[in-house]
T-cell receptor, first 113, second 117 residues
Framework: KQEVTQIPAALSVPEGENLVLNCSFTDSAIYNLQWFRQDPGKGLTSLLLIQSSQREQTSGRLNASLDKSSGRSTLYIAASQPGDSATYLC????????????FGTGTLLAVQP | DGGITQSPKYLFRKEGQNVTLSCEQN?????MYWYRQDPGQGLRLIYYSQIVNDFQKGDIAEGYSVSREKKESFPLTVTSAQKNPTAFYLC????????????????FGEGSRLTVL
């Protein structure tokens, strides 16, 4: 059964710093891996989707990579800004025939001005 | 604008009452999902639907019911049988399935917060 773990649970950095958020999963048969952002009391906003044949995706200051052999995905945020402060969640599917995404518990990021 | 609309944003329920959470999407997506989010836990899947008039139980379906009579609508009823219904409920959709696999990103609504008094 797929399990997804995110480390660290919380992170505080000064503005302008580059940072990496980590996500590990137990089932290397993962098909899709998706990164989300969640602001307090809000829904999830999709950031990046890495599909089966892909190894990484980039959008603006964000870059996500997926290494199935090691069971890891990383989200790299360049030149962090206070507006990046939020909870970041990764989710991987269970390798089955449905989009049953398994979510990690998230990393709470605070970017200090 | 295309998106997913959940209502109400906040809902209070007395014990023993059923309540229904609305989810509407205008993205023309075939697949729709309901998740529950509790503090300190990852999102957990309640029900999902791949196509109109069809839905399947997720990991925590007990005490919940759904219907999918229209492509754009997937309401969730929290019944009195749900022992701990206080939570944040999130509806999501994706474009659909091909060959048994999801074919796209998962998009979420803004959520509905249910509190049992």
């Amino acid at each position: 059964k797929q399990e997804v773990t995110q480390i660290p649970a919380a992170l505080s950095v000064p503005e302008g710093e580059n940072l990496v958020l980590n996500c590990s999963f137990t089932d290397s048969a993962i098909y899709n891996l998706q990164w989300f952002r969640q602001d307090p009391g809000k829904g999830l906003t999709s950031l990046l989707l890495i599909q089966s044949s892909q190894r990484e995706q980039t959008s603006g200051r964000l870059n996500a990579s997926l290494d199935k052999s090691s069971g890891r995905s990383t989200l790299y945020i360049a030149a962090s800004q206070p507006g990046d402060s939020a909870t970041y969640l990764c989710a991987g599917d269970d390798g089955g025939a449905t989009n049953k995404l398994i979510f990690g518990t998230g990393t709470l990021l605070a970017v200090q001005p | 604008d295309g998106g997913i609309t959940q209502s109400p944003k906040y809902l209070f329920r007395k014990e023993g009452q059923n309540v229904t959470l609305s989810c509407e999407q205008n993205l023309n997506h075939d697949a729709m999902y309901w998740y529950r989010q509790d503090p300190g836990q990852g999102l957990r899947l309640i029900y999902y639907s791949q196509i109109v008039n069809d839905f399947q139980k997720g990991d925590i379906a007990e005490g919940y019911s759904v219907s999918r009579e229209k492509k754009e609508s997937f309401p969730l009823t929290v019944t009195s049988a749900q022992k701990n219904p206080t939570a944040f409920y999130l509806c999501a959709s994706s474009i659909g399935f091909a060959g048994g696999r999801s074919t796209g990103e998962l998009f979420f609504g803004e959520g509905s917060r249910l509190t049992v008094l």
